[in-house]
Nanobody, 123 residues
Framework: VQLVESGGGLAEAGGSLRLSCVVS????????MGWFRQAPGKERDFVAA????????NYEDSVKGRFTISRDNAKNTAYLQMNSLKPEDTAVYYC?????????????????WGQGTQVTVSS
């Protein structure tokens, strides 16, 4: 199973970015998907998770109302739409696959990870 993120970059505060995570190998519709982020010198923290068919979605409190996680099982792709970006959202963003599981806020539940994509928000 391989995960490849894209869509990161530089945005101004208040702006938007859309991250994509293309998954190859395995059966994508049986993977819970999550997004995590890691700022320099900090732990890798949960951002959002979505279950196999999108029935269950969870967000970290600081991104609720600003970020939207979604998935397209026909395209083997998960997305993270990020609106109203803040400088504190600056981090490397990782997508992850929870094989057979519904997606979780706990990073140890995930078996596969992408390489990460940098998001930088200027004030």
């Amino acid at each position: 199973v391989q995960l490849v993120e894209s869509g990161g970059g530089l945005a101004e505060a208040g702006g938007s970015l859309r991250l994509s995570c293309v998954v190859s190998g395995g059966t994508f519709s049986s993977f819970g998907m999550g997004w995590f982020r890691q700022a320099p010198g900090k732990e890798r923290d949960f951002v959002a998770a979505i279950s196999w068919y999108g029935n269950t979605i969870n967000y970290e409190d600081s991104v609720k109302g600003r970020f939207t996680i979604s998935r397209d099982n026909a395209k083997n792709t998960a997305y993270l739409q990020m609106n109203s970006l803040k400088p504190e959202d600056t981090a490397v963003y990782y997508c992850a696959a929870d094989i057979g599981g519904p997606g979780s806020e706990w990073r140890y539940e995930y078996e596969y990870w992408g390489q990460g994509t940098q998001v930088t928000v200027s004030s």
